[in-house]
């Protein structure tokens, strides 16, 4: 069984520029989140989707944006990138709630 | 408001000698608790699970965990530990119907030969 894909691995972009991440979770799974990994900050929620739904949200501005398909593939775009947006992004695949999430590899991105 | 604290930032151990992790949170009902390991450059694999019963827990590698209501707290542990085992560790919880993961800030494990 396929596991969590997130592609690319690692970008790199110039400020002021707009990124998608992709992330295809395990088949028959339906949940869909992002995280934002930081020295700093440590591991962020971004948002959950559901059944193509936004379901949860974190605290981030609205640079930050996602959406899923029918398929329970998900997209994370950021726009304006600024330098702080240089992270690791994890996707996070679940069958539903109240269940374990399995984590993708992950997208480093890199803000230049 | 939910969080997770790991106390220990870094901890190193000797090849086979006992290992033990804190994690406590702050949540006024029980949550779902997890620990998950991530190798450098790499995402978060799990280790293990609480939900409910058994409060003591075992999970993949020989790790084990054991929730505690009463400190708020689900430790983890293993008996022997193997340099495989360096990578760094985090505690995470998740409240019930909601599929927002609350994180630790991690404890990075060295192992000693």
């Known amino acids: ?22 992330c295809s979770p395990i088949s028959g799974h339906r949940s869909v989140s992002w995280y934002q990994q930081t020295p700093g900050q440590g591991l962020q929620f971004l948002f959950e989707y559901f059944s193509e739904t936004q379901r949860n949200k974190g605290n981030f501005p609205g640079r930050f944006s996602g959406r899923q398909f029918s398929n329970s593939r998900s997209e994370m775009n950021v726009s304006t990138l600024e330098l702080g947006d240089s992270a690791l992004y994890l996707c996070a695949s679940m069958t539903g709630v109240n269940t374990e999430a399995f984590f993708g590899q992950g997208t480093r991105l890199t803000v230049v | ?98 599929n927002k993961f609350y994180f630790g800030s991690g404890t990075k494990l060295n192992v000693k030969p």
Request: charged share 15%.
């Open chain 1, 1 to 22: 069984k396929a596991g969590v894909t997130q592609t690319p691995r690692y970008l790199i972009k110039t400020r002021g520029q707009q990124v998608t991440l992709s």
């Open chain 2, 1 to 98: 408001a939910q969080s997770v604290t790991q106390p220990d930032i870094h901890i190193t151990v000797s090849e086979g000698a006992s290992l033990e992790l804190r994690c406590n949170y702050s949540y006024g009902a029980t949550p779902y608790l997890f620990w998950y390991v991530q190798s450098p450059g790499q995402g978060l694999q799990l280790l293990l699970k609480y939900f409910s019963g058994d409060t003591l827990v075992q999970g993949i590698k020989g790790f084990e965990a054991e929730f505690k209501r009463s400190q708020s707290s689900f430790n983890l542990r293993k008996p022997s530990v193997h340099w495989s085992d360096a990578a760094e560790y985090f505690c995470a919880v998740v409240l019930y119907n909601f």
